[in-house]
Structure formats: structure tokens, C-alpha cells
């Protein structure tokens, strides 16, 4: 069973500066993708950071509706060189998934790959185990934070689009964190813009393109200048 993600009115500051979140809400609805974009230093990785229960908000509440199971990709695979990927996937995941580690690194391109070391491996294959590993956890809760953004743009889509084919298999809470407004575009159902300092959401972009999405479809073009309006003059790397 997924839930729903819910931040009301979350306020965070780390030591003495000034909050980097202030008076934030945003609700991620059971099986929604949510994107957040908006400049580097805005505070995008902290709401992932909030949403894991890694930090706990000065004011305000996140909560998620339902017992949660977590999944996170971060930008880079962060796995243990000294480990096979079926030695990376078996630390993280609780033994009953165990036997499901080979069939989750075919679903990501990955099969027949688990004795192998991530130094063996390109920086794209080792994401792929990254998505497998946080796949593995059959999570009702997804955090990806600049998933794609390491990889070259070829296998960067190649991924988007496999990642939204499993996105639609599995229909987790999603909220994706990236720079890029053509990646948000094809992936989210919702694009939120977050900017200010401290931080809130400026506004938001509905995406109603049918699935599977086409990054070339012209009515993608349009949403994507949109979340770029959205975000106003601010320059946003892609
Ligand atoms: N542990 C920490 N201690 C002190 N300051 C922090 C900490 N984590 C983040 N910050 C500060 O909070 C602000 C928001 O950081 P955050 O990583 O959430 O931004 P971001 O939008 O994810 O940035 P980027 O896109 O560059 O990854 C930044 O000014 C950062 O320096």
C-alpha cells in the first residue's frame, strides 16, 4: 500500500544561519510523481533528507500516510567497491527480497550481472544497480535526488524512460529532485518550482501528456518552457 507525503508548513535552518525552508507545503498524493526544481543551494536535497526521516524540521510536520518502506537513488550509485552488486543489494535489503536481487538487476538491464564489482562497471550500469537497489525494497516511498545527472545524456534517457516504465509497474510516492525541466517534464505528474531564500513552492505545473511520454512530443516542449517561466529569470543548468 503506498501513502501519501506531506509536508505542512515545514521550516528548517541548520545551526545558526538562516532557515534554508520556510513555511513549506507541499502534499505528494499515493502514487504521484512529484519533481522539484529550482537553483542549486535552494534546499531541494533537504526536503529529501526531511521526507527519509533523516532530518527533523524546526516547525512544521512531514508525515507519510501509512507504514513506510523507503527507496533513494542519489546522483552518484554510492556502492561498496569491495562488494558484488548481489553483496550491495543483500546489505540494504532484508532477507526475504534476497532471492529477488538477480530478477531486479534484469528488470534495470542488468541480468546475469550480480557477481560482478562496480569497479567492472560504467558509470551507467552502476546507477542502473542504484535504481535496482532502491527498486529491491519494493518501496512505497521513492526519493530520487539528481538521479540521471552524472550520466551522459544517451544513457540518461535511456534510464528515464525505463525508470518511468517501472514508475508505472509499481506506482510508488514519488518525489524527484533534478535541475533539469525536460527530465522533470517527462517523468512527473507534477512539477513544483521551489526558489526564495529561505526557500517555498512558487508555483506548479500540472503534466497530463499520456504515458509513455514522448521527450519529443511538442506539448512536452510546451510544459517545459512553462516550468521554465515558472522559475522566472533564474538561470537553471540542464
Ligand atoms: N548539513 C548541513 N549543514 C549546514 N548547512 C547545510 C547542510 N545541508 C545543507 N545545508 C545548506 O542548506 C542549503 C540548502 O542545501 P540543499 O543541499 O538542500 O540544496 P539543494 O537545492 O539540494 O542544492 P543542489 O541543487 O546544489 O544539490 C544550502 O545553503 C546548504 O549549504
Redesign the pocket.
Known amino acids: 500500500m503506498t501513502g501519501s507525503l506531506d509536508f505542512r508548513d515545514v521550516t528548517v535552518r541548520?545551526?545558526a544561519?538562516p532557515p534554508?525552508l520556510a513555511g513549506l507545503t507541499l502534499t505528494v498524493t499515493p502514487g504521484e510523481v512529484v519533481a522539484v526544481i529550482?537553483?542549486?543551494?535552494?534546499?531541494?536535497?533537504?526536503?529529501l533528507?526531511l521526507a527519509a526521516g533523516l532530518l527533523v524540521p524546526q516547525a512544521g510536520q512531514v508525515t507519510f500516510g501509512g507504514e513506510v518502506r523507503t527507496g533513494y537513488v542519489f546522483q552518484e550509485p554510492r556502492l561498496l567497491p569491495w562488494l558484488t552488486l548481489e553483496g550491495n543489494l543483500r546489505l540494504t535489503s532484508p532477507p526475504d527480497r534476497h532471492g529477488h536481487i538477480a530478477a531486479e538487476l534484469a528488470r534495470v538491464g542488468l541480468r546475469g550481472q550480480e557477481r560482478r564489482y562496480p569497479g567492472e562497471l560504467s558509470l551507467g550500469m552502476a546507477q542502473r544497480a542504484a535504481v535496482a537497489r532502491a527498486l529491491l525494497l519494493r518501496p512505497n516511498l521513492l526519493l530520487l535526488?539528481?538521479p540521471f545527472s552524472a550520466l551522459d545524456e544517451l544513457t540518461a534517457s535511456e534510464l528515464r524512460a525505463e525508470l518511468a516504465g517501472l514508475l508505472r509497474e509499481t506506482r510508488p510516492t514519488t518525489l524527484l529532485?533534478t535541475?533539469n525541466p525536460a527530465e522533470a517534464v517527462f517523468l512527473a505528474d507534477r512539477v513544483v518550482a521551489?526558489a526564495g531564500t529561505p526557500a517555498a513552492v512558487r508555483g506548479e505545473v500540472r503534466v497530463t501528456l499520456p504515458r509513455p511520454r514522448d521527450p519529443d512530443d511538442p506539448a512536452a516542449a510546451r510544459a517545459v518552457r512553462e516550468v521554465r517561466q515558472l522559475l522566472g529569470g533564474e538561470r537553471v543548468p540542464v
Open positions: 541548520y545551526g544561519a534554508v529550482g537553483r542549486s543551494g535552494c534546499g531541494k536535497t533537504t526536503l533528507h535526488d539528481e529532485v535541475h521551489l
